[in-house]
């Protein structure tokens, strides 16, 4: 529009000029009329400039109008991809965490604290609530065992005591019937014969697979077995000396796969995949030892009157008298005799971790001279060391876990070895989404919550709990927490009532914030010190409580139809 203006205005100007022209006509010379038209021309010629220089500017602009826009795009969509960036950086895990359209919330899983024979019996009740509630089990296992076979491997290989380890993956092998799972759980549960001589040639057969026990067990699964179990007989016989042979006597052939298996590759975690991958364990299961280690960890007790006892067989079951000598009046040559044998054993450590502790009797215990005050773990040589836990466990109970269950079990050695490790009784105590904490109380007492004349009330089974998370959380914690902060490692009592049951005082647990559900059991045969069996947990009736507990199982406190009911 503003050109045509332009160019009209410069035809207008020559318009004007060829007037003036004719106007002027007389005083010029006919001759003279050619400056017309030269005046039409110089005015049109002014207008087509003026055009086009207003042509080239309104280009110009248009042009740096186009870039301007473009450019304010291009901004606009990098403030919403770095918007974008920010949320999705501050929503973290938890939007990775929601679910798709069609999938189900995974429920976070329960924890369980327990040593090895004793919850063995509970695995099925484990099992069918993890099974009904969908989620993950994880059970935290402790390492620092040192009886029975598991001693003379920590004698000459050194390592982590894994009998209770290898104990639990046997045991969760499918029992449904299938001849191969059979043969592998009776294959890695066979204990070689009592005496040494005979235990070492049924090794040789074992290894050189002419023994029965490799029946059923298909040809692939018997190859990859038997090449760790050759590799750890070839370290037996590296490692012969003179001074120190190893003592094939009622050895588990378990824990001697689970040594190879670890040797070969260098890591405990390793070994205990291998050895669930051959069993079968279900996928939603795991098996955790308390500390990933491939060295040996002993723990020492401190009773009442202030004796100390070291090593974990001789807090539980000792073959022999159990006490800690004053090691400043304990003569220098005895340990100088244990540097003679030449093994694991670094020179210098305490003897009564070098010696071994094949045969000892679980039945016929002596009652400590006090109560067990607490428990620590040591070095070789004998000096406290508070050592982390494995960081799977960790995570298990922080970040996938919403109940905890402190199993039946022998409370000082199977229970509190895993509570007092570092970064354990944060995770249980301070996770918001641990909501249950279930104590299942032992049907009786034993050694360690003895003697007899002053046996352990439910109370102080609570205490010891709470007290050995506290001291996972700070040297010494022990001593500062008081009753009322017990609840934050123990919110339900689960117990049996009956003759030989430890003392439940649910007046005093309540004021603590700490529920009791009492369940009516059955008694087992041939178990107690009279001739009487102790009472054991119905497995229904147990599964059900738990339910009820975590939530989402049925309450049956109205339901009196069958004995084995609970009551809270």
Known sequence: MVSKVLFWSGFGVAVRLWQLGMEMRPFFNKGSLWVYPLYATVGGSFGYWLQGVESRQYKLLSDRKDALLEKRARAAEQEKAAAARLSRRRLGQATMALPVLGESIKPKGIVVFSGGSAANNLVDVFKTVAERKQCSLSYVIPISDNGGSTSELIRVFGGPGIGDLRSRLVRLIPENGDLERAAIKTFFNHRLCLDADEARHEWLDIVEARHPLWNNVPSEKKELIRSFLNLLNLEIVKRLRPTSTFNFSSASIGNLFLTGARLFSGSLESAIYLLSSICGVPSNTSVLPAINTNFSHHISAGLANGTAITGQNAISHPSEPTALPDMASKPPDDTEDDDIVEDANLPGSLPMLRKPNIIFSKAEEEDLPARIDRIWYINPYGQEIR????????????????????????????????????????????????????????????RETGPSSQPFTALDFVAAIAKAGAESRARGGADSITPLEYRKYVTHVIHLEGAGTPAVSRADLAVLGIETVRLYGRRGGGGGGQGEGFLRYDENALTQALEVVIGGGKDLRGDRSRRNTLDN
Do not use: M
């Not at 070895?417 to 249950?436: C, D, E, F, Q, Y």
């Open 387 to 446: 050592p982390p836990a494995n960081p799977k466990v960790v995570s298990a109970i922080a970040s996938d876990s919403q109940a905890v269950v402190y199993s039946i079990g022998s409370l000082y050695t199977s229970i509190i070895p895993s509570l007092i490790l570092r970064g354990v009784g944060a995770a249980v105590a301070a996770t918001p989404a641990v909501r249950h904490k279930i104590l299942i109380l032992n049907s009786t007492v034993d």
